[in-house]
């Protein structure tokens, strides 16, 4: 039989052909199978039908196939290997034992194995002798078999003993394949079934938890946006046809670049021309279902708001907000799932920090390609740089861009605040160098002298804020003598140059300035100062004649031995104590003196002299009037004098560093007086001390004082008008700021004798001509003597003061401020409201109504003057609010006019008819307030006549809020008018820290905490100002300390009404918050407060870190080392390597130290 019958006629492989040419028989040679024989298939035809007739019939939903049916054919095989050579006799001798133990393992076969072997066998004996050149060895050389190349195979008869011990094969040698349904293909579905083992996922999801609200499949789930549900009922007609959009094609003859052949659809053309088609309005519809194909689980809203932000950016590249909502869409984007996640397999991409920065910086880096001028993109590429380069690339970078734009002043500020933050590269002389590269650079654009960049609008106001963040800086770092000294020669420089020089540039102005410095003249503070002009015109005349005036004062040297009080206390604490001593008596720059014969050499500490090279690069000119006086208050402001204005935003919370921001100046005592001090947070020269300490040392040392009054001497000549007395009340301020330290210390000797100085300052100042008739110092010295507990002087005062104010009434701010303190400081003489008609209070408010003079109180007050005070007041209010001002100076007097008037008017309903009409009266105002400054807000463009109310609005606010404390002082009333008046103002003016601190005293005996904590909660969310963290975590602490004293108290057994727990995590974890955000990372007072709290509660490890974390932050500010040292006091040799390390001022060495206490 052949093997194709169509061809039965071809010859055998062996036979030659007949009758046939060489030609046909090559032609079917490719039919011939040299390997095929007739009778061996015969042979397999009939071995297959016996062995299928010697099988027992079972059901067929079995098959078995032993490994006995597989051996038969390597038996029959192994017959026909004798005839081959054999190239070891080890291996032959193996191999037959190994055939042996086969045979006896196969010995235990069933009774149809055997049957079925016994024919194999038979049919063996048969076979061709071709294939005996095969080898009986288990390896088969090619060598060997070289004429049998392609019939060569491997028989492997080696048994696996694994199969012996194991009940299946080893899972590694199966072939992994994923099961698709409980069915098999082939078999039929109604006779046959497979059963499959499935134990162990069984087990596996029986013992399976259900999943929490939290975990990633059910986040992801409720994260996704459902699918929009149409509604049924509704009848909808489906239409009748798929619409087609018609588009106009454009005419064929116009061409464009983009186009010059005139072939491309409008779609196309607008493409190219990078511009979004008007027929995508319609894609939307169809994104959902184009976004829904098998095996793709896309968020649709996501994508369209993805879309929407590539086309806005597309369509109008140089949108700069555009660009920068793409960036910040780029965080919501990655807390959402992904919009390209497979439904299949769960998705495992980590939504790392590095890859939302890599996005955020590829797309500012083609924003920058589209607007290659604009700064906020570039400072916003360099802050996404930050997250992941290196410090030095960094810097770079940021010299590039200053490079660049060296002209504007707010790229200045960020890029001197990244590297004051370095702390590896940080140092004192390298961060001092570069504030006056940046002023120098700044003051040659402003004078002109740089021709290749103008100068921006607001220069010169930015230039006085860096020149202060310096100073700033500079007394942080404990270089107290070169801050005061840069303060001493601007205002030299600027309020006592000469005509001569005026004409000048900068550069110029400073070389002529430097023989000055140097000459040894008295600078402004030291006696004798005549100032800059003084000495130039006296140097053309010939110089001074030098006059020898020994000083009369015996100088309150203090030895240097006697610094330390008691030698057996700890060293580090000897070390705090003299390092504060001499911080407190040495910011002064040291200079030698004449009248003692001394030379520079003679100053024991080098740190204390300035040289002029530290100053010469950071002197500014400044010519606007307003920043001169800005000059004046920040100088007055650092030495530690109460003023009206405030520091410059910018590098306010850098410079913020003392706990002093949450102190409530008699506010529990006299809640309706009590004193506001507009810059609390910030420690004055001289005043460093560490969180637990907290010396409440009184005003400065002898020379210290001597110092601030020269200065108000030399000041005031150079003022005149409004602000010499703003000049003069910011002296008596501060006399009566260091009374009322002395009474919160309780130092009744200290207390008497600042007394008799504050009473004998005031009335020299109200001596003079200016200020005799100057209402707000008679103010002052009246709230002087009242607090000094001296009523009837102080009443006496102010009667003296109102008589002679004459008949200005409610039209004169001053004379309405004056009357509304005398009345609210008798108010708080009040027990209760009973008889307050006919009190002296009542009497002042109705006189300031009347046009007549004013008359002191007897003890009587007739109805009909309060019936037509009141209606008086009525008429004031509403005219006011009705006043247009017209200049700046107008705005600012009818805002205090209305804060004034608002306050006597409402203190006037509160003790002749009640808290409710005071409260009505109060919230009549406030909302005036709040619709003009909507209205301000919507129309900031033309010229707004209430742009005093923002401020109005916060000042009435806290007056109602005081006067509703007092009355719950003295009367039983609900605690929710007082909170819902300070959240309403809070959410408009987060940064007030006077409303923050009335609104924790509000909250600090209320029991339950939620209403506050959603409410600082939101008010953290929106704002970016650093108060509401501040406040936030100061309520947390007087919480825990709360309860702390409830469940101490040794009274028994206590129920406690405040059942809280993790207190002192969330303390942490607003902490936490509060220094990630942008204003937070860089102040130091956040820093001091979160160590001070750690340590408290015991994590003495954990704060250890968060040291060495802070000062990264804020390497500059010495005051978190001096925390350390008394926190770790076992590390204070480390501590002041590292501060000498960056060059901080360290005035006590540890060298000194030692020689000190061995004497």
């Not at 003993?161 to 078999?187: F, H, Q, T, V």
């Not at 990655?334 to 590829?362: D, F, N």
């Not at 570039?378 to 380069?389: D, G, I, P, Q």
């Not at 040289?611 to 307003?626: H, V």
Request: glycine share 4%; net charge neutral.
């Amino acid at each position: 039989m052949a093997l194709f019958p169509a061809f039965a006629g071809a010859p055998e492989p062996g036979e030659a052909p007949a009758g046939s040419s060489e030609g046909s028989r090559k032609e079917l040679d490719w039919l011939s199978n040299p390997s095929f024989s007739t009778e061996d298939a015969l042979l397999l035809h009939q071995r297959t039908a016996e062995a299928a007739n010697l099988t027992p019939e079972k059901s067929p939903l079995r098959r078995n196939t032993s490994r006995s049916d597989l051996s038969g054919e390597s038996d029959t095989d192994e017959s026909l290997k004798k005839s081959t050579k054999k190239r070891k006799k080890k291996k032959k001798k193996h191999h037959h034992s190994k055939t042996k133990k086969k045979a006896k393992g196969d010995s235990s076969s069933s009774e149809s194995d055997l049957d079925t072997k016994h024919i194999k066998d038979k049919a063996a004996t048969n076979l061709d002798d071709k294939t005996s050149n095969l080898t009986s060895n288990r390896f088969v050389w090619l060598d060997d078999v070289q004429a049998f190349t392609a019939e060569t195979f491997r028989i492997d008869k080696k048994s696996d003993p694994a199969n012996w011990a194991y009940k299946s094969l080893y899972r590694g040698d199966i072939a992994r394949y994923k099961r698709r349904g409980e069915s098999c293909l082939g078999i039929d579905a109604k006779k046959q079934c497979i059963s499959w083992d499935s134990t162990t996922s069984e087990k596996k999801q029986l013992q399976r938890r259900p999943e929490r609200y939290f975990s990633k499949n059910n986040v992801k789930s409720l994260n996704t946006d459902g699918i929009p549900v149409c509604n049924k009922s509704s009848p909808s007609e489906p239409a009748a046809f798929i619409p087609v959009f018609h588009v106009e094609a454009s005419d064929p003859s116009d061409t464009t670049e983009v186009n010059p052949l005139g072939i491309y659809d409008p779609s196309t053309t607008e493409w190219l021309q990078g511009k979004g088609y008007k027929g995508e309005e319609r894609e939307p519809v169809n994104t959902q279902q184009a976004f829904q194909e098998p095996g793709i689980n896309v968020n649709p809203i996501l994508m369209t708001k993805v879309e929407e932000h590539n086309k806005k950016v597309r369509e109008n590249p140089r949108d700069i907000q555009a660009w920068m909502n793409f960036v910040s869409f780029q965080d919501e984007l990655m807390r959402g799932p992904s919009p390209y996640a497979s439904m299949g397999e769960q998705e495992v991409r980590r939504k790392s920090l590095k890859l939302i920065l890599e996005k955020k910086l590829a797309i500012l880096e083609r924003a920058i390609e589209s607007n290659p001028s604009n700064v906020d993109l570039k400072l916003a590429r360099l802050n996404v740089c930050t997250e992941f380069w290196e410090s030095p690339a960094v810097i770079k970078e940021w010299q590039k861009l200053i490079f660049i734009h060296p002209n504007n002043p707010e790229l200045w500020k960020k890029y001197l605040l990244f590297c004051q933050s370095q702390f590896s590269t940080f140092s004192v002389s390298k961060i001092n160098s570069l504030y006056g590269k940046c002023l120098t650079t700044l003051a040659a654009v402003q004078d002109g002298s740089m021709v290749s960049h103008p100068p921006l609008p607001g220069t010169e106001e930015a230039m006085l804020a860096i020149f202060i963040q310096q100073c700033h800086f500079l007394r942080q770092a404990g270089h107290s003598e070169k801050a005061v000294s840069l303060f001493q020669a601007l205002i030299d420089f600027t309020f006592f140059k000469p005509d001569s020089v005026k004409d000048l540039p900068t550069k110029g102005q400073v070389e002529f300035f430097e023989p000055f410095w140097d000459s040894g003249e008295p600078r402004i503070g030291e006696k004798g100062a005549r100032g800059w002009r003084a000495w130039m015109h006296q140097q053309e005349k010939g110089g001074w004649v030098a006059l020898d005036t020994p000083d009369d004062d015996d100088e309150e040297e203090i030895d240097e031995d006697e610094e330390i009080k008691d030698k057996t206390l700890p060293k580090w604490h000897i070390w705090m104590d003299i390092e504060y001593s001499r911080e407190s008596r040495h910011w002064l720059p040291w200079r030698p003196d004449k009248t003692k014969n001394q030379a520079e050499e003679d100053c024991e500490d080098p740190e204390r002299q300035v040289l002029f090279d530290d100053l010469g690069p950071s002197l500014i000119q400044l010519s606007n009037p307003d920043i001169q006086h800005q000059l004046v208050y920040s100088f007055l402001q650092f030495l530690g004098v109460p003023c009206i204005s405030k520091l410059f935003p910018p590098n306010l919370y850098v410079a913020m560093d003392e706990n002093n921001v949450f102190d409530n100046v008699l506010s529990d005592e006299k809640p309706l007086t009590s004193i506001d001090t507009p810059l609390s947070g910030f420690s004055s020269i001289g005043h460093m001390d560490t969180m637990l300490r907290r010396r409440h040392h009184i005003g400065h040392c002898k020379d210290g004082e001597e110092f601030i009054q020269n200065v108000f001497h030399v000041l005031s000549p150079l003022f005149s008008g409004k602000e010499k007395s703003n000049l003069s009340i910011c002296w008596l301020q501060y006399e009566i700021s260091k009374v009322v330290q002395c009474i919160q210390t309780k130092k009744k000797k200290k207390l008497k004798a600042q007394g008799r100085k504050s009473k004998k300052l005031a009335k020299n100042l109200l001596k003079a001509p200016d200020n005799r008739n100057n209402l707000a110092l008679w103010k002052l010295y009246a709230y002087l003597e009242w607090l000094l507990g001296n009523t009837d002087d102080a009443r006496k005062v102010f009667d003296t003061a109102l008589c002679t104010a004459g008949t200005g009434g409610l039209k004169s701010p001053q004379l309405c401020s004056l009357s509304l303190l005398y009345a609210q400081l008798e108010v708080e003489l009040l027990q209760s409201l009973e008889g307050a008609v006919t009190s002296r209070a009542v009497h002042v408010l109705t006189k300031l109504t009347e046009s007549g003079p004013y008359v002191p109180y007897n003890g009587q007050v007739l109805p009909v003057g309060v019936l037509k005070a009141r209606k008086t007041y009525e008429h004031a209010l509403q005219d006011s609010f009705s006043k247009a001002p017209v200049s700046e100076q107008d705005r600012a007097s009818n805002s205090n006019q209305l804060v004034n008037l608002v306050g006597c008017y409402t203190v006037f309903q509160y003790l002749t008819v009640g808290i409710d009409a005071a409260e009505l009266v109060c919230a009549q105002a406030l909302e005036k307030l709040e619709a003009s400054h909507v209205q301000k807000c919507e129309n900031t463009a033309g010229t707004s006549s209430i742009q005093h109310f923002p401020t109005a609005l916060e000042a009435v606010t806290l007056l109602r809020a005081n006067l509703l404390r007092f009355h719950m002082k003295i009367s039983a009333y609900p605690l929710s008018p007082l909170r819902e008046a300070l959240t309403e103002a809070l959410k408009q003016f987060p940064s007030n820290q006077a409303l923050w601190r009335a609104y924790i005293q509000s909250q600090k005996k209320s029991h339950s905490a939620s209403k506050a904590r959603r409410f600082f909660d939101g008010v953290t969310r929106s704002a970016n100002s650093l108060e509401p963290w501040l406040f936030a975590i100061q309520a947390e602490q007087m919480r825990k300390k709360l309860i702390e004293n409830v469940q101490r108290a040794d009274v028994g057994e206590i129920y406690t009404t405040i059942p809280e727990t993790g207190l002192t995590n969330r303390i942490i974890s607003l902490f936490e918050h509060a220094i990630q955000s942008e204003n937070g990372t860089h102040c130091p007072l956040l820093w001091r407060m979160y160590l001070n709290f750690l340590v408290s509660v015991g994590k003495k490890e954990k704060s250890k870190g968060l040291f060495y974390k802070a000062i990264q932050s804020c390497p500059w500010a010495k005051v978190l080392y001096m925390d350390a040292v008394e926190y770790f006091p076992e590390q204070l040799q480390e501590t002041l390597d590292l501060m000498t390390e960056k060059e901080l001022r360290v005035r006590v060495p540890m060298e000194e130290l030692d020689l000190l206490l061995e004497v």
